[in-house]
């Protein structure tokens, strides 16, 4: 399923006629797909002839990225890599583009891993927390140039290990760990590049994966078959499951929330603006969350009073007792008047074998 699939599965109930809309826009668009395809396997082999250069930043590198567009569960996973990292002795460093921040080109220090130094629309969405979320772990830049970013960085600060958000496709620099991210909801989508699918690029390109994660294993029932498939692109990377947890939830600073969370009479006005934010509202009912009504933006959607608003005037139509949203979301509500009480849903990663993925973290460093 390619763009189209979002808007379906944010509207269940439509009937076939929009399911076969979408077969045949994936259809015609399918030469397109093709052509983007080829030209990104004609960059890539540029890379691995040496006809572009990548360029190391001095210290062991890890990238985490994806195949896919739409939100695969990246940030989490920085985050606890992150603080793995800085708690054995590491000054660790992410590098991230910042999407849809202000100014794109422009370097931002966002955290200097004491202090946050810039605002979330200067920072970008992500960057902005997972520098809230490690102060004290990690200093993190926004910068689209990763290179320039991590010898800036490296000078600076002195820093002895570097995550890259983002950066399975960034070839420019080289890396010592290339961990991609799976979410197991909607792994592949049609297979089809875009912009006939969701690929970024070809799925036979998995094969560069030193190490692939699958996030969100809890909401499928059928997470071998998944590993089976992957295996058939990349039979030597070792694949690791993760799910999501909600470890807290807990009220949004300046709202007055007096309201006493029960999950199980609680009812809740779930919003989001996430790659994906049907797996958001799906956890939350996993986890026994009673949703009156759900919305969702587009990813990285920056809120306006406006947009609270409104919200809130959902609320009351639909008879729900609160807003509830996620640690990223939340961000981006700060300066905006809320007068119904809004909970942040904080999520805990757990994975199936941590004492592996704690060992090719460790080798990496070695390299």
């Excluded at 000054?91 to 849809?100: D, F, L, P």
């Excluded at 009673?290 to 406006?306: N, V």
Aim: net charge positive; with cysteine.
């Amino acid at each position: 399923m390619g763009f189209c699939s979002i808007y379906l599965d944010e509207n269940p109930h439509l009937d076939l006629s929009a399911e076969l809309a979408e077969y045949i826009m994936a259809f015609m668009l399918s030469p397109l797909g093709w052509l983007y395809g080829k030209i990104i396997n004609q960059r890539n082999e540029f890379y691995n002839k040496g006809t572009l250069k990548s360029h190391s930043l001095g210290v062991p590198t890890i990238s985490v990225g994806n195949i896919t567009v739409g939100g695969t569960g990246k940030t989490p996973l920085v985050a606890y890599i992150a603080k793995v990292l800085a708690d054995k002795g590491e000054k660790v460093c992410i590098i991230s583009r910042g999407y849809k921040r202000e100014n794109e080109k422009e370097r931002v220090l966002v955290s200097d891993g004491k202090e946050i130094l810039a605002d979330v629309k200067k920072a970008g969405d992500e960057p902005f927390e997972l520098a809230k979320n490690l102060l004290g772990k990690a200093i993190v830049v926004s910068d689209a140039n990763r290179v320039e970013a991590g010898h800036w960085a490296n000078d600076k600060f002195g820093i002895t290990v570097f995550l890259l958000d983002d950066a399975f496709q960034h070839l420019k620099v080289k890396r010592d760990l290339d961990i991609v991210t799976i979410d197991a909801t909607n792994p592949f989508g049609n297979k089809k590049t875009l912009p006939a699918g969701i690929l970024r690029e070809p799925i036979q390109n998995l094969v560069r994966a030193d190490l692939i994660i699958i996030t969100r294993a809890n909401l499928i029932n059928n997470i071998n078959n998944l590993k089976s498939e992957i295996k058939k692109y990349n039979q030597t990377a070792q694949i690791i499951s993760s799910q999501n947890k909600f470890a807290q939830v807990s009220a949004f600073e300046g709202t007055n929330s007096n309201l006493v969370l029960k999950k199980d009479s609680t009812s809740y006005l779930a919003f989001c603006a996430l790659g994906n934010p049907n797996n958001f509202f799906e956890q939350l009912r996993k986890e026994n969350f009673k949703l009156a009504h759900t919305k969702s933006f587009t990813d990285h959607h920056f809120y306006t009073q406006k947009d609270i608003d409104k919200l809130e005037n959902l609320v009351r139509e639909k008879k729900a007792d609160a807003l509830i949203t996620t640690v990223k979301d939340a961000v981006k509500l700060k300066g905006l008047s809320l007068k119904l009480p809004c909970h942040i849903a904080q999520n805990q990663l757990i994975f199936d074998k941590e004492k592996e993925l704690h060992e090719i973290l460790h080798a990496a460093l070695k390299k």
